[in-house]
T-cell receptor
Framework: NAGVTQTPKFQVLKTGQSMTLQCAQD?????MYWYRQDPGMGLRLIYY???????DKGEVPDGYNVSRLKKQNFLLGLESAAPSQTSVYFC??????????????FGPGTRLTVL | GQNIDQPTEMTATEGAIVQINCTYQ??????LFWYQQHAGEAPTFLSY??LDGLEEKGRFSSFLSRSKGYSYLLLKELQMKDSASYLC??????????WGAGTKLIIKP
């Protein structure tokens, strides 16, 4: 039982390049999330998905796109990378029970640098 | 607006007790989470409170006062491995988590 996995672990991009961050979970969770974490700031939600085939914008969605074609996978795309997108990206998943006690479990993160 | 406040950094001694405070303002409230995050690693779940009072889980306890918009995490018998950041997050009326910036806890021998 691997939990939540993310690939790649590290990535360096040049401004204007595009890439996809991959996230997979084997806990049969309904909900999945993409966050970014920057020094001195809390985790900020980029996009989330309450179920397979559905996605919604979070707090900071500009410059990103997502897809949830399979229940276990949630992809985050950077269309044209900018230095402001240099960050650590975390994927998380939860049962999505709709109740308060919906604990999110995190992947190990992807450290992205945009030059 | 929605906001979470917690101290940026705290220092404590091995074997001692430390209390990390968190105040929150959210649109609606569906509970308060505490996560631990070691440097370079992912956040891991510690506790969840939705009712007023103290919940104890081994060396860690978490307290909530809904009327005051206040929570704290209490760590007893501190160990060097407790050196980490502690993240406070409140769940709003849409069941979204609002995260604090985290409190970096430094444990000295």
């Amino acid at each position: 039982n691997a939990g939540v996995t993310q690939t790649p672990k590290f990535q360096v991009l040049k401004t204007g390049q595009s890439m996809t961050l991959q996230c997979a979970q084997d806990m049969n969770h309904n909900s999945m999330y993409w966050y970014r974490q920057d020094p001195g700031m809390g985790l900020r939600l980029i996009y989330y998905s309450a179920s397979e085939g559905t996605t919604d914008k979070g707090e900071v969605p500009d410059g990103y796109n997502v897809s949830r074609l399979k229940k276990q996978n949630f992809l985050l795309g950077l269309e044209s990378a900018a230095p402001s997108q240099t960050s650590v990206y975390f994927c998380a998943s939860s049962y999505g029970s709709g109740g308060g006690r919906d604990t999110q479990y995190f992947g190990p993160g992807t450290r992205l640098t945009v030059l | 607006g929605q906001n979470i406040d917690q101290p940026t950094e705290m220092t404590a001694t091995e074997g001692a007790i430390v209390q990390i405070n968190c105040t929150y303002q959210t649109s609606g409230f569906n509970g308060l989470f505490w996560y631990q995050q070691h440097a370079g690693e992912a956040p891991t779940f510690l506790s969840y409170n939705v009712l007023d009072g103290l919940e104890e889980k081994g060396r860690f306890s978490s307290f909530l006062s809904r009327s005051k918009g206040y929570s704290y995490l209490l760590l007893k018998e501190l160990q060097m491995k407790d050196s980490a950041s502690y993240l406070c997050a409140a769940m709003d009326s849409n069941y979204q988590l609002i995260w604090g910036a985290g409190t970096k806890l430094i444990i000295k021998p």
